[in-house]
């Protein structure tokens, strides 16, 4: 692997030098960090990492190479990636090249040899923060990150057309705002007909389609701005059963009357420990997000927590009073980290098959 010094730059004036790997071009984004040790071709092709440069904590990336399977989106959503230590030569049955050999292919550009403890810490220290992967610092990195603005990521992750996933059993509409390919799999697996149809298709052309039930995929960017869909989402709540995962959770609060907040430094990784509040249960889940749900905010509302992250008590899980509505923070899809939430598809299926009728999850 040819090699050559880059510097990732972050606005607040800090450098990292490093190796370059994959494509040989810049990259400007958010920077955010992930605590997964593995999963790294799932979290690299995830559209909820659009337009982010995405560091990944554990010391040694790309052992176990690139296969043809484990694809969440077919091209890179992230930016760029940053690790310590990439591995050039890969040791898995099902690889068919290495991380760089992929990601020069694919047009994303690396940097390696970089002390990504001392970068984490300072990420958790300043919360996410813009950053530029480049050849070299000058004035005008600087003062392009000072004004650097994400375009809107939904519109770039959502499909630009309807399709279908054929199967045999009931139809699920899934609105797309950067679905993330398990969560087609996951629906595959209970025989689930779904329609995929882009992020900004209005209620009456979904419910046309009479749908068993509607899902609110994952996706990128500030749920605050994407008031068009509110108005969407409150006609499908009440007239088939819906689910939400991720930033469909965070726009279920939000047409329902809860805020949504800005986190520090996001939740992204495979080990986030969940609280079910009416069973007590615990589960370990996958988790993509650097937004979250007002808890305070919910109050006043017809919503109702039914799931809680335990370290710091974010709102991971919502119900709608009187629907057959709810939605979750975290990845019940797993792809990757545990399967523990993985029931929560035999729930909506339920919902759909009791015609409706209002459960508790």
């Known amino acids: 692997m040819t090699t050559n010094k880059r510097a990732l730059v972050l606005e607040n004036g800090s450098v990292y030098w490093g190796e370059g790997f994959g494509a040989d071009c810049d990259a400007m984004g958010e920077l955010v960090f992930n605590t997964g040790m593995t999963g790294y071709q799932e979290s690299l092709t995830d ?23 484990d694809f969440e989106s077919l091209k890179p959503a992230a930016s760029a990636v940053i690790v310590h230590e990439v591995a050039t030569q890969p040791s898995n049955w099902r690889a068919t090249q290495s991380l760089p050999e992929w990601a020069k292919t694919m047009g994303l550009p690396g940097l390696t040899g970089v002390d990504t403890r001392t970068l984490t810490k300072e990420i958790r220290s300043l919360g996410t923060v813009r950053a530029a992967l480049v050849d070299a610092p000058s004035d005008d990195i600087f003062e392009q990150l000072k004004s650097f603005e994400q375009l809107d990521l939904v519109e770039q992750a959502t499909t630009k057309s309807v399709y279908v996933a054929p199967n045999t059993g009931l139809n699920v509409v899934l609105i797309d705002f950067g679905m993330k390919s398990s969560i087609l799999r996951a629906l595959a697996k209970r025989q689930i007909n779904v329609t995929v149809f882009p992020a900004d298709t209005d209620a009456e052309t979904i419910l046309n389609t ?56 996001g939740h992204r990784g495979f080990n986030h420990a969940v609280k079910n509040l009416k069973t007590g249960h615990l589960a370990f889940t996958s988790q993509n997000h650097g937004y979250a749900v007002d808890a305070a905010s919910v109050a006043g509302t ?51 098959t009791q015609k409706g009728a209002p459960q508790h999850a």
């Open 210 to 265: 009479h749908p068993d039930g509607v899902l609110l995929s994952n996706g990128p960017g500030d749920p605050r701005t994407m008031t068009s869909c509110l108005t969407q989402i409150r006609t499908l709540e009440t007239r088939v059963p819906l689910m939400g995962i991720c930033l469909g959770h965070q726009l279920f609060a939000l047409a329902n009357g809860a805020e949504t907040f800005k986190m520090h430094e």
């Open 47 to 69: 559209l909820s990492y659009r337009g982010q440069l995405l560091t990944f904590t554990y010391p040694l990336i790309g052992n176990y190479g690139i296969n043809a399977v």
């Open 302 to 352: 017809a919503l109702v927590v039914t799931h809680e992250e335990v370290n710091d008590h974010t709102v991971e899980g919502l119900r709608l009073t009187g629907q057959s509505a709810f939605s979750v923070q975290f990845h019940p899809d797993a792809a990757p980290g545990p399967h523990d939430a993985d029931d929560l598809f035999d729930h909506f299926v339920d919902l759909m």
